[in-house]
């Protein structure tokens, strides 16, 4: 198994031989199992413990664990306690959301201020069909069919290939220590029901299903890319941005093959439904009819359907007011830290934007940019430029643009989040402190 996880470790690309990667291990099989493949393998990592403090004692000696099998191991130990119950009550979400958001915003974390590349979770082959399964039970297009990523952004899932039992398998042969969860029996949650009622029907009609599964799973992919492609050739000539309005060609979309998917790709974006593509092409011949999103409306006309913002669209407003801090926002995480050092490279891609700490101000305000905002882009000492025309130089699609964000610094912007930062906040060679910060 050891030859078979470091094969697929390659395949995938998954990470760097000398990358750093921070292993979320809770004290279960699954993860302590993935600890023990790392550890063989002589990878670089640390560990990260969380103790949401939801079974008592029991989750104390989950900590206790993998503090331990830290320790043995000679590897770098991260641990925290959440009062998961309390926030949960706080944020009127179900506890196990909860503790996922929380999980993954320290994670973040612990990204940044250790330098780690990845942090790897432990989700396997029986976790991707059991969210299949789930999401066809609740209803999903194509992109529900996928299970769950290999690798989404800087989380990676280095078990994907692995079933349950070979796991079991693993932990028997290598004498892995672990610690029972007895929450996982619970029928209370949905994917244990799925996990000990619905599954082993179907490993009686196929007692290779997670293998079977597998095949299929990477033909579900393939098809999902080709639908994709598919959708945008066709939405090519369909789309036209004027004066800040999207229009879909109606002539163009009542040709289109499968239109209903192709309008759908186009509008889910702005908060629509699969039942709103429905009623928009039963609609489609009358003028005048309206459709609403929490964010959008769209008008169909004799020619196009309009697709714009409503006006009275909450504007994205977040407050970063200490550092380091993490920060949720509709398009993903923002991290704000300060680096030990000065970089020697100060080029870290879009997603990544260096300051010099001295010339920037708290609080730091991020929002949606807007018409009229002027900055200084990096590069261009004393020339300003429309924010606008950033994007439209960009090439930005009307779709992008809705997502486009701004970090401001006493009243001016400091980065255009993703694209480009500001000339009079770059790091120079008078910089002591450089902010550093991360979407």
Request: positive net charge; aromatic residues 8%.
């Amino acid at each position: 198994m050891l030859a078979a996880f470091k094969d697929y470790i390659k395949e995938t690309r998954l990470f760097n031989k000398n990358d750093k990667i921070l292993l979320a291990i809770s004290g279960g099989v699954d993860s302590m199992v993935m600890g023990q493949l790392f550890h063989a393998a002589g990878f670089n990592f640390g560990i990260a413990h969380c103790n949401f403090q939801l079974r008592g004692a029991e989750s104390d000696k989950d900590a206790v664990l993998v503090k331990e099998i830290a320790e043995k191991w000679e590897v770098p130990f991260h641990s925290i306690e959440f009062d998961t119950i309390a926030e949960s009550e706080k944020q009127r979400k179900s506890k196990e959301l909860m503790a996922r958001d929380l999980r993954y915003e320290w994670f973040a974390k612990i990204l940044q201020e250790f330098d780690y590349q990845y942090v790897a979770t432990a989700h396997h082959l029986n976790d991707s069909l059991e969210t299949l399964l789930y999401n066809l039970a609740k209803g999903t297009g194509i992109r529900g069919l996928h299970g769950i990523p290999v690798k989404n952004g800087r989380t990676i899932r280095p078990l994907s290939f692995m079933s349950r039992n070979d796991i079991l398998t693993f932990a028997k042969d290598y004498q892995v220590e672990f610690r029972e969860d007895v929450s996982n029996q619970s029928l209370e949650h949905n994917r244990n029901l799925i996990r000990h009622k619905v599954v082993p029907p179907l490993k009686e009609i196929n007692p290779s299903l997670e293998r079977t599964f597998a095949r299929t799973l990477k033909q579900l992919k393939e098809t999902e890319q080709l639908y994709l492609w598919a959708i945008n050739e066709q939405k090519k000539n369909m789309i036209l941005e004027e004066d800040g309005l999207l229009k879909i060609d109606v002539n163009a979309l009542k040709k289109a093959v499968s239109k209903t998917s192709v309008l759908f790709e186009i509008i889910r974006l702005f908060g629509f439904n699969p039942d709103h593509a429905d009623q928009i092409l039963r609609a489609i011949d009358h003028v005048g009819a309206q459709f609403y999103s929490k964010t959008h409306h769209i008008t169909v006309g004799r020619k196009s359907i309009v697709i714009q913002r409503k006006r009275n669209t909450p504007m994205v407003w977040v407050k970063i007011k200490m550092l380091p801090d993490t920060v949720s926002l509709p398009n993903g995480q923002l991290v704000a830290s300060i680096l030990k050092e000065k970089p020697t490279n100060l080029n870290l891609g879009k997603s990544v934007a260096l300051l010099d700490m001295d010339k920037v101000q708290l609080p730091f305000i991020i929002r949606r940019w807007k018409e009229g905002d002027r900055f200084q882009p990096l590069g261009m000492k004393g020339k300003t430029k429309k924010v606008k025309d950033l994007l439209r130089d960009e090439k930005v699609s009307i779709f992008e643009k809705e997502s486009v964000l701004v970090l401001e610094t006493g009243y001016e912007i400091a980065w255009v989040i993703g694209y480009r930062a500001d000339e009079r906040f770059k790091v120079d060679d008078n910089t002591t402190t450089v902010l550093k910060l991360s979407h």
